[in-house]
């Protein structure tokens, strides 16, 4: 997976104006190897993230104390194994169908085995991922960060494991690495860090941190500047990345570059109910009642509360969703009036009952990115769904499910698109002379489609409508196009919904067509479908014609995305080194540029490879490679010269050059996908690999 760092891509930049001008030397040779079309169903996902501090071993014994948490020690009342903390994280997750998650101030790293609060002596990260299993191949990642001044990292009490940080993913993580934050002179505390991690088939990486006030010293703006550079710094390094933690201020002038360079999730509305700039730490004060109160000595009188947004969660490729949880985040009564057993101790806990997991509320958030569905549908295996009715398959336009306009459709098991929010759906498609009217795509209701994508045969236009109810009443909010689709012609359609202000806007091969407004949206909630709708409770308007390359996002594409989706090149993804023979990745460099810490491939002809696409399934697509010689300076860099072009492929699909290279040597690469007459895409993130020298 290669990495991109900025200071040495500068470097690269210039290198290759240098090599391209001068010429020099003699480039390494490549042999081509021709692409492989089997590989078109591969798509990025868009991930479901979550940033959660869970406040897993704060001090204190009770809510009076600085640095209370709730439910730190607290365990099922059933299952004396399993921590109450644990199981809530765990829960949330499963409930959200996460992908990724960042936590903070969680209990991980190394096991303390004189710690005999639990049978299985299991961190509260060992425990997360142990309830996750049923729910997939979850994996992680921590990084301890010191809780005091002295060093100290173990969780306290019958906790077992490490304060730290950690990210888990549904997948496999391929590396990490850790960097420490730089801390002022004169500080009580350790050095946090920030956490990076690679996840195997994901071009996305993910990030985590959490940062420090430094309040008593005079000096606390320029170290909370210096953490931000570091950060800032990490993330650079990364085409795709998200980032969450907490980052301890409320002011987002304090969180530049971040905002100029990354989407922040909750600074705008993504549906008619949804509240931006939503709190995610809660800070509630309580003191012993005063001497000559009629109430037991001891007991507490609730202070001041204080709700504020300390935690963040940013992504360089935007947000399609976002929610805080602040119903998850301890804001209990634990006056005498509510709950009397709860009494002011110094040295021993009482049993107060919180109404949260954490002080910090989580934050979740959908990554725009690839289609949550993508069937290609160029045969009879590049989809998910079930055939039904006349449908068979054409190796035009690249290859295309063809539907015979009486019977045929193809559908899922269950909805994918959540009609009260924000979505997109495109798909190519070629109406049939003659045919009647005609739907592309859409997703059942009860009575009615809740958004279909159609051909309207009285007046040949392109239309996307999402009714007003589910009801037997044709009532439906229309986007129309203002020209006649063609009959007999490929078209690209796209239809989105964004449900922040209910517009509905309706696209035709990539530019505006028609718009309307839909203030009232219902959720839809039966089989997503290719080749009808359904009206007045039944199947209705089935297609005649081809279909191919249907997509559905969790997320309203702008003009200028739905005119890229269509039309534009985009890089390459997936780009590997192979055969490696580390773990940190697949041959491509993860450390230190200058460390020269370089992935490592076992063989002087490894195969660089990459995925490409193009927007135009029947067009035929290859990837330019460029790559140097870091050890040689001598050597040139080719990019679009004689030897650098691997095999093509139809619409999109996976293609890879066998460079002959010097053993002991360090080398760069990168690729962009050409189609011979549109201008090329930008290049990948750059690669750096190590040949390995021979025994």
């Not at 290759?16 to 190897?33: C, D, N, P, S």
């Not at 976002?322 to 634990?334: H, I, K, T």
């Not at 360090?666 to 050409?674: E, I, K």
Request: proline letters at 7%; one cysteine or more; hydrophobic letters at 35%.
């Amino acid at each position: 997976m290669p990495i991109l760092r900025s200071k040495p891509w500068r470097r690269v930049i210039a290198a290759i104006a240098a090599a391209v001008l001068l010429g020099a030397g003699q480039a390494a040779a490549l042999e081509t190897t021709p692409g492989d079309p089997t590989n078109s169903a591969y798509t990025v996902e868009p991930l479901r993230v979550m940033t959660w501090n869970v406040c897993g071993e704060a001090g204190g014994l009770g809510p009076w104390s600085t640095g209370y948490c709730p439910d730190r020690n607290t365990r099922l009342p059933d299952d004396s194994n399993t921590l109450k903390k644990a199981h809530d994280v765990a829960n949330l997750i499963n409930q959200e169908n996460l992908d990724a998650v960042l936590l903070q101030e969680v209990c991980a790293g190394t096991l303390n085995s004189t710690k005999t609060g639990l049978p299985d002596n299991s961190s509260q990260l060992d425990q997360i991922l142990r309830l996750l299993t049923p729910t997939g191949a979850w994996t992680a990642v921590s990084a301890i960060t010191p809780r005091s001044s002295d060093g100290k990292s173990a969780c306290r009490n019958t906790l077992s494991g490490d304060v730290g940080i950690a990210i888990l993913v549904k997948g496999d993580v391929e590396w990490s690495r850790e960097t420490p934050l730089p801390v002022p002179a004169g500080a009580q505390q350790k050095p946090g860090k920030v956490l990076c991690a690679g996840v195997a088939g994901w071009e996305t990486h993910l990030c985590t941190t959490h940062l420090t006030n430094y309040g008593e010293l005079p000096d606390d703006e320029t170290a909370y500047r210096a953490q931000i550079d570091t950060v800032a710094g990490q993330v650079e390094d990364f085409r795709s990345v998200i980032l969450g933690g907490d980052f301890n201020t409320r002011q987002k002038d304090r969180l530049q570059p971040l905002y100029r360079t990354m989407a922040e999730c909750d600074q705008q509305s993504y549906h008619t109910d949804d509240v931006p700039n939503e709190i995610t730490k809660v800070t509630n004060s309580w003191t012993a009642v005063p001497d000559g109160s009629t109430a037991p000595q001891g007991s507490l009188v609730q202070g001041a509360t204080q709700t504020s947004k300390i935690d963040y969660l940013f992504a360089t490729s935007g947000f399609g969703a976002c929610d805080s949880r602040p119903d998850l985040a301890d804001n209990a009564d634990y006056s005498y009036a509510a709950q009397p057993d709860c009494l002011y101790s110094e040295t021993t806990r009482t049993p107060c009952v919180p109404s949260g997991t954490s002080d910090h509320a989580p934050l979740l958030g959908s990554v725009s990115g690839g289609p949550r569905l993508h069937w290609p549908l160029r045969n009879a295996s590049s989809h998910s769904g079930t055939v039904k009715g006349g449908v068979g398959w054409s190796p035009d336009h690249g290859g295309t499910a063809v539907l015979d306009g009486s019977t045929g459709e193809i559908v899922t098991s269950g909805p994918v698109v959540d009609t009260t929010r924000s979505f997109t759906v495109s798909a190519w498609a070629k109406v049939d002379a003659g045919a009647g009217t005609s739907v592309v795509l859409a997703q059942d209701g009860s009575l009615i489609s809740g958004m279909m994508l159609w051909f309207n045969q009285s007046d040949s236009t392109w239309r996307f409508g999402l009714p007003k109810s589910d009801s037997l009443t044709w009532s439906v909010h229309q986007a129309i196009s203002a020209t006649a689709a063609v009959p007999g012609r490929w078209t690209h359609l796209t239809g989105t919904f964004d449900a922040s202000n209910g517009a509905v806007a309706l696209y035709v091969d990539g530019v505006l067509a028609g718009s309307t407004n839909h203030p009232d949206p219902w959720r839809a909630e039966g089989p997503f479908t290719v080749g009808r709708d359904k009206v007045s409770g039944r199947s209705n308007g089935f297609w005649k014609g081809s279909v191919q390359a249907v997509k559905v996002y969790g997320y309203p594409m702008t003009a200028a995305q739905v005119a890229s989706a269509s039309g534009s090149l985009t890089a390459p993804t997936r780009t590997a080194t192979t055969p490696a023979t580390d773990e940190d990745g697949p041959g491509c460099h993860v450390g230190s540029y200058s460390a020269g810490d370089f992935g490592t491939v076992s063989s002087t002809t490894p195969d660089l490879t990459a995925h490409v696409s193009h927007p135009d399934p029947s067009r035929e697509v290859w990837a330019e490679f460029s790559i140097w010689d870091n050890t040689d300076s001598t050597q040139p860099i080719r990019l679009g010269g004689p030897g650098s072009a691997s095999g093509k492929v139809t619409g999109d699909g996976t293609v890879s050059v066998r460079p002959t290279l010097t053993a002991g040597h360090n080398y760069g690469w990168y690729v962009r996908t050409v189609d011979g007459s549109s201008s090329p895409s930008p290049t990948s993130a750059v690669c750096h690999f190590t040949v390995a020298t021979a025994p």
